[in-house]
């Protein structure tokens, strides 16, 4: 496998490269799936750790990452162009049964942020997009034209985790009376003033965030993901998630500690924990030294567990 054009221009930045591949404890004939190909830093090296009789599959929706992913699809790697809350019915097709390690970067790509017409940030003024997959058909434009005020209310709540998400919402609906919100910078320009100046770009990233989140449907991906991969996962093989939102991290982390995304901790007749997975030492977070060269890394937040029983 070759990624086009990274010894060039950084694409992405992998977010704690070596802590997550070695969170793996890559067996060389092993199994492994990384679902966030992305820039392929995290694939690039698992291969490198894999054997002749090893095998990776890559997942990813966006056209971008895919088109820099060259090369002849080998005996070690497979690029799967889907998004990776079908896991598990790929592994199917490719006759996968169980697998050693499963990968997840859950954060945006450097490159989303930085390519303006992809309508990620409101550092520039554009398209009001946020698709991952470009073939999708909702945009974040359509949501913040066609949402009840409940349903923005809800998600910048939810999602965004903001105080003055009914406000947002309000102003959001009066606004589009007059004319619809087509662009990052329209909608940047309406919700700033309704913001506290100390905290104005926070929580703009954070209402931005909100609708990437709806857009891309994150939440409902991730679960179908982490429960799919529980299940992949043969008795002391590895998963391993960065999260950088608490919402995503809450669900990874009662995966982890009880076995299901709700948290609920369930016991057999014997008063046995029945959690198929074991957290593997303590969460991570980037080193200071990390931080200061990829400042995006600074919520990001790795989690590793093994597989301890079968489904």
């Not at 694939?43 to 095998?55: F, K, M």
């Not at 790509?109 to 303006?116: K, M, N, P």
């Not at 009914?166 to 309406?190: C, D, F």
């Not at 919700?191 to 770009?201: G, Y």
Request: charged residues 25%; proline residues 4%; neutral net charge.
């Amino acid at each position: 496998m070759y990624f086009c054009g990274m010894e060039s221009h950084v694409y992405h930045i992998p977010v704690m490269l070596m802590p997550s591949v070695d969170g793996l404890n890559v067996n060389e004939s092993g199994v492994y799936v990384d679902v966030t190909l992305g820039g392929g830093g995290h694939s690039r090296e698992i291969l490198r750790r894999l054997g002749p009789n090893g095998h990776l599959y890559s997942f990813d929706q966006d056209a971008e990452a895919i088109s820099r992913a060259t090369g002849d699809q080998n005996e070690q790697w497979t690029l799967v162009r889907s998004n990776f809350r079908y896991l598990k019915n790929w592994m199917r097709y490719y006759g996968v049964e169980q697998v050693d390690g499963v990968l997840a970067d859950l954060g945006v790509s450097s490159h989303h942020f930085d390519e303006a017409e992809r309508g990620f940030s409101f550092r520039t003024d554009a398209p009001l997009d946020m698709r991952m997959n470009q073939q999708a058909g909702q945009t974040a434009a359509d949501v913040v034209n066609t949402y009840s005020t409940e349903q923005l209310t809800s998600l910048f709540r939810i999602y965004g985790e903001l105080r003055q998400a009914p406000r947002l919402a309000a102003a959001i609906v009066k606004a589009r009376q007059r004319q619809e919100i087509r662009t990052t910078g329209q909608l940047a320009e309406l919700l700033m003033p309704l913001m506290a100046p100390a905290a104005q770009k926070k929580d703009l990233a954070r209402a931005f965030q909100a609708l990437r989140m709806e857009v891309n449907h994150e939440m409902d991906a991730l679960r179908e993901m982490l429960q799919a991969a529980t299940e992949l996962l043969r008795p002391g093989g590895r998963l391993v998630v960065m999260s950088y939102h608490s919402l995503e991290d809450r669900m990874v982390k009662n995966l982890m500690r009880a076995g299901n995304i709700d948290g609920e901790v369930r016991q057999d007749i014997f008063g046995r924990t029945q959690a198929a997975l074991r957290p593997v030492g303590k969460p991570l977070v980037a080193s200071d030294e990390e931080l200061a060269q990829n400042p995006r890394s600074r919520s990001a937040k790795l989690r590793v567990a093994e597989k301890v029983i079968e489904n």
